[in-house]
């Protein structure tokens, strides 16, 4: 299994987002990065921008692929982290997020349940 999550900054702070209902793959996942599902046949690139879109309400553009990495809460998942920016559009949830928020990267322990992957905590160091 295969996830894209996108990593959107603004003023110091980075968008994170609390799931409608329980993730099947990794149950205690409560707020997150916005992710989608890819399938086998999806393009990692374009996932991530339709990901925005559909779930965020906002067009991004892809600024670098991070890296990729596999959460140690279910080893069958991999996810493919990218820096996304900002294009258009105002920020709204759809069907899988029910609140979108911006906090600083120091205050992500504070909402999420699961781990942080440290790569990520490290690349937002940067910014804070």
């Known amino acids: 299994m295969r996830r894209v999550l996108g990593i959107l900054l603004r003023d110091s702070e980075v968008l994170i987002a609390r799931r409608r209902k329980t993730n099947e793959y990794i149950p205690r996942l409560t707020w997150c990065f916005p992710y989608a599902m890819l399938s086998e046949s999806e393009s990692p690139r374009a996932k991530v ?3 925005f879109e559909k779930e965020v309400g906002i067009k991004v553009r892809i600024k670098k692929f ?3 990495a596999v959460p140690s809460e279910n080893y069958k998942v991999t996810d493919y982290y990218y820096w996304v920016e900002y294009v258009a559009g105002s920020l709204r949830t759809g069907e899988v997020f029910s609140e979108l928020k911006w906090v600083r990267p120091s205050e992500l322990p504070k909402y999420f349940t699961t781990t942080i992957e ?3 905590l490290e690349f937002l160091k940067q910014f804070e």
């Open 49 to 51: 921008i339709e990901l």
């Open 118 to 120: 440290y790569k990520v």
């Open 66 to 68: 991070l890296f990729n």
